[in-house]
Structures are given as C-alpha cells and as structure tokens.
C-alpha cells in the first residue's frame, strides 16, 4: 500500500506568518509532487507541482522536495486570511505503463487568523 | 473548473438502487478518473480511465463500475447503493505524462439513506 501522510492539523497562523504542511510518502520511485487547495465545500484546486529535489517557488508558495528523505513541503509566506483551506499533497504513484494514479494525503486544515 | 461538470451536483438516494454519475469535459483529455472524499479518509481513487474503452480499478472499486463510450464522458455507477458510498464523488482528468496534474470537476453529494 502506497502511502501520503501529512498532518491532519488544524494548523493555526497568524496573518503575515509564515505557514509549513509537511507530507511524506513511502513510494521511493515516486517523480512527480502536487499541492492541491481545497476550500470548504469546493473541489481540489492545483496550487504548485514539483519534480526534482530542492524548491519551487511561485509567488506566495513555495514547495521544496527532497527525494532522499521522501518528504515534500509548502511553504505559504505572509499568510492571509484567504489563505484558510484544506491543502492536500499529492503524489504519483503510477503502477503500470498504461496509467497513471494520484494518491492523495487526507489534508491539512489550515486556519490563517487575522 | 478547466472544462469539466459533473451531473447531477447533489442526489439523495435510497439503499438498493442503481445511480449513475456522469463525468462531461471539454479539453479532450485522454486520462478521466472518479474519487471519493470521505473524513479521515482524503481522495481515494476508485476507477480511472486511459482511453476510450479502456478503464482500469482503483484502489476502492468495489461496488462500483464505470464506461467510458467516448473520450468527453466517464460514467460511474453504484450497482446497488449502500449507506457506506454515502460520499463527495469528483472527477478528474489529466494529459498522458507522469507529470501531468489532475484537474477536478466541481463533484456531486450523494447521500444513501
């Protein structure tokens, strides 16, 4: 069983901090990393995508990799209270050369406070 | 929501009938795929779809099956529906490559009672 775990939180910040979801997973031949935002009551929405070690800024977020220790990160600068959502990690686990699969951590809650 | 609607949005149902949901995009993706959320549990892949046709088990499949008769339509359907698929069901669909992002649609609610 491939797994993604993260920290269910709630994770609290206050507005202007900086926010860090953590997510390991346990499939060494993973290659490709998502970060998804999922509003209360919305669908999945694809904030950043990262492939090799070290990090991928954009913006606001930053996600960082590190393939050795099977842990990828985001980084969410000057959080705001818009900021408020569910984050998911994601993560390719692609068992055939036909398909390809997502597993998904079950999320982190994330409350920014103004 | 990058081209894709789910129908119908929200449906009560009771324990024993058939539903169909039906997943519709209009980027012309070759990959379509059908998750449930559940609390505590996050995304979980039941189904997916790598051509017309062509669909494969996800790691919930049970008491599930899907078709996929053109490449904007993927079908999901309870056979019987029990109070346990009570859940948000959402569709996505991805470009081929290993590093291409899922994309999802907006989901449906079902409720079994």
């Known amino acids: 069983q491939k797994e993604v775990e993260q920290n269910s939180g709630p994770l609290s910040v206050p507005e202007g901090a900086i926010a860090s979801l953590n997510c390991t997973y346990s499939?060494?031949?993973?290659?490709?990393f998502f970060w998804y935002r999922q509003y209360s009551g919305k669908s999945p929405e694809l904030i950043m995508s990262?492939?090799?070690?070290g990090d991928q800024e954009d913006g606001r977020f930053t996600a960082q990799l590190n393939k050795a220790s099977q842990y990828v990160s985001l980084l969410i600068r000057d959080s705001q209270p818009s900021d408020s959502a569910t984050y998911l990690c994601?993560?390719?686990?692609?068992?055939?050369?036909?398909?390809?699969?997502?597993?998904f951590g079950s999320g982190t809650q994330l409350t920014v406070l103004p | 929501d990058a081209g894709i609607t789910q129908s119908p949005r929200h449906k009560v149902t009771e324990t024993g009938t058939p539903v169909t949901l039906r997943c519709h995009q209009t980027?012309?993706?070759?990959?379509m795929y059908w998750y449930r959320q559940d609390p505590g549990h996050g995304l979980r892949l039941i189904h997916y779809?790598?051509?017309?046709?062509?669909?494969d088990k996800g790691e919930v499949s049970d008491g599930y099956s899907v078709s996929r008769s053109k490449t904007e339509d993927f079908l999901l359907t309870l056979e019987s529906a029990t109070s346990s698929q009570t859940s948000v069901y959402f569709c996505?669909?991805?470009?081929?490559?290993?590093?291409?992002?899922?994309?999802f649609g907006n989901g449906t609610r079902l409720t079994v009672t």
């Open positions: 994601a993560v390719n686990t692609e068992t055939s050369g036909s398909a390809r699969q997502l597993t």
């Open positions: 499939d060494r031949g993973s290659q490709s």
């Open positions: 779809s790598y051509g017309v046709k062509d669909t």
């Open positions: 990262i492939y090799s070690n």
């Open positions: 996505a669909i991805s470009d081929p490559g290993n590093n291409s992002p899922l994309h």
């Open positions: 980027e012309n993706h070759r990959y």
